[in-house]
C-alpha cells in the first residue's frame, strides 16, 4: 500500500475541473457554508488566468449575517484579502485575484480556496455569537420574571440520574419543579431536547419540565424532519422572537404547577 498515492488520490479525486466559455469552473471536495461544493473560477484571458468566486459569496455572506459595515468586521475582510492576494471588485460584488500567468494558476487557486475557507469563518463566528446573545438574553428575562422564586442557572444537569443531560438554562422553582430549557440554536440541542422529553416520559420524572425555545419561527438552524419531531414529543416549545412575554409567561406558568 502506498500511502502518498492514496493521500492524493483522495484529495485529488475530490475535484472536478469544467471548461467553461470563461475559462474552467473547479468544484472542490469542500463544503461552503450553504452545503454546497465549494466552486471557484478560473477566467482565461489571452494566456493569462484569474481566480474568481461566482459573485454570490458576498450576498450568502451578508445573508447569513455578517456585517462587513463594522470595523471589526471590514478589517478582518480586509486582512484576509491581503494575506491571500485577493481583492475586491465593487461592481461585479466578485472576490478575485490578480491576473496570473499561467504557471502562476495552480498556487493562486490553492491560496484563493484557502481565502474562502478563512472567510466563511465568520459566518460560524457570528452565529456563535448570535446563540450565546440569545441564550444571555433568555437567562436575563427569566432572572428578572422568577428571581425571586426560583434558582436559575447556566449549563447544569438536570437533575440526580439525568447528568449527561446539561440543558442551556436551568430552573429551580420553590414549587419543586425543575424547567430544562434548551435553546433551539442548532440541530444538537433540538435532539437532545427530544431525547431528554423520551428519557423522562420514560422514567416518570413527572417533576421536570423540557422546554425548547427557538430564537425565531421556523429557524433555519433546526431542520424541518426535527422540528417536527419536537412538535410530536413532550416538549413545551416556544419562539422568543415576537413573543418573548408570552415564553416567559408559559415557562412561569409550568413553574408554579404543583406536582
Not at 473560477?41 to 456585517?67: C, H, N
Not at 466563511?120 to 428571581?147: I, K, M, P
Not at 430552573?171 to 435553546?183: D, E, M, N, Q, Y
Request: net charge negative.
Amino acid at each position: 500500500m502506498n500511502i502518498q498515492d492514496d493521500i492524493c488520490e483522495a484529495l485529488c479525486g475530490g475535484f472536478d475541473v469544467r471548461r467553461l466559455k470563461i475559462g474552467y469552473a473547479i468544484r472542490s471536495p469542500f463544503t461552503w457554508f450553504t452545503g454546497d461544493n465549494l466552486t471557484i473560477y478560473a477566467r482565461i484571458d489571452e494566456g493569462r488566468v484569474r481566480i474568481e468566486d461566482d459573485a454570490a459569496s458576498y450576498a450568502e455572506l451578508t445573508g447569513a449575517g455578517v456585517d462587513f459595515s463594522t470595523d471589526t468586521r471590514l478589517g478582518i475582510l480586509s486582512g484576509l484579502m491581503a494575506e491571500h492576494g485577493v481583492e475586491f471588485d465593487e461592481i461585479a460584488m466578485r472576490f478575485q485575484t490578480r491576473w496570473l500567468s499561467g504557471q502562476e494558476a495552480g498556487a493562486g487557486a490553492a491560496r484563493f480556496l484557502a481565502f474562502m475557507h478563512r472567510l466563511q469563518d465568520l459566518v460560524f463566528t457570528t452565529r456563535d455569537r448570535v446563540s450565546n446573545t440569545f441564550r444571555e438574553d433568555l437567562f436575563a428575562a427569566l432572572s428578572e420574571r422568577l428571581g425571586n422564586e426560583a434558582e436559575i442557572s447556566l449549563d447544569e444537569a438536570v437533575a440526580d440520574g439525568f447528568e449527561d443531560y446539561v440543558v442551556d438554562i436551568l430552573v429551580k422553582h420553590r414549587s419543586g419543579k425543575r424547567l430544562a430549557i434548551f435553546t433551539g440554536t442548532s440541530e444538537a440541542r433540538a435532539l437532545e431536547a427530544i431525547i431528554l422529553a423520551k428519557e423522562l416520559e420514560i422514567n416518570r420524572a413527572d417533576n421536570v419540565v423540557p422546554f425548547l425555545i427557538y430564537q425565531e419561527t421556523n429557524s433555519k438552524r433546526v431542520s424541518r424532519k426535527t422540528q417536527s419531531r419536537a412538535i410530536n414529543s413532550d416538549l413545551q416549545l416556544g419562539t422568543w422572537e415576537g413573543g418573548m412575554n408570552d415564553v416567559l409567561s408559559k415557562v412561569e406558568r409550568h413553574a408554579a404547577i404543583n406536582g
